[in-house]
């Protein structure tokens, strides 16, 4: 049953081999046996989810259910559901109860899916590793001494050791990709403005991007069709006609074409992960692709640009938790700016400070032109540059990481070296495009290294085929971490 | 020595939308605290704006009124500081590129002790948008602030003039203007006792033709009264301080109304870094001609215009048509009372300006509190017009129309208020006038002709009042020519 995937589920649950509240009670024990160990979950609430799944059994005896009724989700934390506490991995926000539902959350509850509980997360989802978490790190379900990736590492790690069917995550310069990568999953961040971010707590908003992580491209496209479209609550959502993002799956994959930009194969990728990308294309030449040579000339500017841009955009997005109306406010204070200064100083991780201090820099008077704005300038540069890769090939596929996971607090004391861990995904948010991490082998170390797949603007059903095209023909997406008993 | 003084003004107009400019909460003034902020004005983690299209429609009202540039593309941004009612830590405004550029304003400057009433036009800078911040309570609370964000969020449109004003009179008749503009167009109640009309004043002094000095600004001046005190004040501490050998820093002040004085809020040392920069949760605002002119179908008439039409129309003189488009109502009144009477519109104009206004202002009232109707008053100015009732006796309809209300025909019925306009009756008359004063019949005829006064006074007596005095007049002197 854990191995199945969401339309196996999906039939033995309309078949009655198993109820939601049966499968959601599997997972809830799953979790309370393994959660110690690897700390996936921030909140689980047995009772909520259980509702939810009694709800959904009672629906999947009546005619009308979707794909998803009844399948047991895992939500990050950073998407406020209501009644639930919803913390974004902080402490600012440990006792918060969202009075709300998001958009995603909502879409979710509309077709009777049941919320398995919140996941962890790098405080703010700021973060590579899932270090930054107050609710402590998460551990990489394949190696208990490396990182999940982040800042959907919980997510990853849960659909990783099965402790979900399926998950969401939000990616701001790599945050799904990267914890999909390391942790050997399926994740994809949509063209950006495709999901709503209403009640998604926004950590730099231009970049901020919410979407499925599951264990198959099948499974990413069925939690899609859920997740997308508009929102007339988030100004940035885009109306658009509602797609099906499971129709093109089954298409062969004559005559596409493959760009591989020199750039991701340069200096910095570790040969194991070279090996692995490579012998990943080797299978799509097999399959009927071409390969085409292209360059992303500005993409190494990715970082710096987004180091300006993300904080500038998070120092303000961060205002708003100021111990006055909800959240962490300081036991003792003299007078207002005290009692600001002691709740934020307690309230936010080492990593958020860093963050909103670089943000609060860039924006002062007399430094706003140097870096906010010649960041934005390169940042069309970068977009610019995907249009003209666009020209030659249909998708971009490369290693989506450097490297396979690290050993937890291998990077901690350098900020700099964890920001490049995401050196390959930056630039897909920098330019709003959709982007996507699928399983492609196994590093020297035994663990997984992710293919990134970038598609063009609204190419997420074509870029979802290419995955499950793959998919068809490897089992790498169907390992599962040795010691996780299934 | 002599000094300019030189005033510029901001003003924060509060749009008059239902709901907020971000968000549907209600926009209803007075309500419990707290009550109508919504998760996005209370700033809960994870919600977003999203504009409200009817804030905007009413900046391009204001801009098309103001013969104002509106432009295609303007940008919110966010405005970033720390107070307890500013739920998000930062206000979203318009920064670099207002909804609303230059634009111009012709101000009509009452007459002073210096001179004659004139017109000027005042160069206007700039209109943004931008959400109103809560308020903080510090009165109710021993030892603790009280925070209502039921403000929080309320569309504002913020109007920003040229340093173009001289007096503190200019300055209030700019303001004056204003307030009388956004409320003819719709987009503000005009309430100044609920903040919805707020002016901030920027005033410096030099001596004529010199650069201009350093500027103070003062807030929030929610009355002309204070508007105009607190600028005198201001005026003549720079003054007084640049004369006494000092100089001015540039700062924001407040004026303390019960003292009449401004005093120090902070200096440009403390000001702060607002790290503004375009907001990411909301697109570029994008306003095409076509929805420029749909708004512009719906604008009524505006004021310079009716001015030159009652001009060029209906033969009022400049002055009657600025008085009478002083406000919409005033204008709305005139109109409607014309309709009745539609060629008589210096009689309505001379009615309005005179008796109408008179006793509007005896009891403190506006012209939308007249206890008259134009219908009223058009009806029995229709009676003047056509010889049925005098001047004189319409003062005695107008009386009781105020009063007790009723139909102005009726009124003179029951009141036997109507003129004398059967000439033999009046012939009659002054047949016996004539015959019983023949000292004075001779007076006259021998070329004494002020005496026929006299023979009015006695005609006009014996009618009881109600002869027409310009037959009674036209009958009088050929029966006395003999």
Redesign the interface.
Known sequence: MLNSSLLQLGAALRSKKISSVELTQLYLQRITALNSKLNAYITVNEEMSLVQARAADVQLTQSKTHALTGIPIAQKDI??ARDWR?T?GSKM?SN?I???D?HVIEQFNSVGAVNLGKTNMDEFAMGSSNETSYFGHVKNPWNNNAVPGGSSGGSAAAVSAHLCAAATGTDTGGSIRQPAALCGISGLKPTYGVVS??????F???LDQAGPMARSAEDLALLLNVMAGFD?????SLQRDTEDYTRDLNKPLNGLRIGLPKEFFAAGLSADVAQAIEASIAEYKKLGASVVDISLPNSHLSIPVYYVLAP??A??NL??Y?G???GYRTPEYTN?ADM?EKSRAQGFGEEVKRRIMIG?YV???GY?DAY?LQAQKIRRLIAQDFVEAFKQCDVIMGPTTPTTAFNLAEKNDDPVQMYLSDTYTIAVNLAGLPGMSIPAGFGSNGLPVGLQIIGNYFDEARMLNVAHQYQQVTDWHTSTPQHIEV | MQWEIVIGLEVHTQLSTSSKIFSGASTAFGAEPNIQACAVDLALPGVLPVLNRGAVERAIRFGLAVGAHIAPRSVFSRKNYFYPDLPKGYQISQFDLPIIGQGSLTIQVPTTTAGQPYKKVVRLTRAHLEEDAGKSLHEDFHGMTGIDLNRAGTPLLEIVSEPDMRSAAEAVAYAKMLHSLVRWIDICDGNMQEGSFRCDANVSVRHPGAELGTRREIKNLNSFRFLQQAIEYEAQWQIDTLENGGTIQQATVLFDSDKGVTRAMRSKEDAHDYRYFPDPDLLPLAIDNEWIEQVRGTLPELPLSKQARYVADLGLSAYDADTLTSSREMADFFETTLNEVPKEAKLCANWLMGDVSAALNREDRDITQCPISPGQLGNMLKRIADGTISNVAAKEVFKILWSEGGNPDAIIEIKGLKQMSDVGAMEALVDEIIAANPAQVAEYRSGKEKVFGFFVGLAMKASKGKANPAQMNEILKRKLAG
Not at chain 1, 232 to 236: G, I, K, L, P
């Open positions: 998407f406020c919803t974004c926000l918060f969202a009075p709300y998001a971010r209403y009640g998604m707590i926004a730099a908003s231009s007339e609550r988030d100004s940035t500038a955009e120092s303000s205002s708003r100021d006055v109306r909800y207002l600001y609060t924006l002062s008077h706003y906010y």
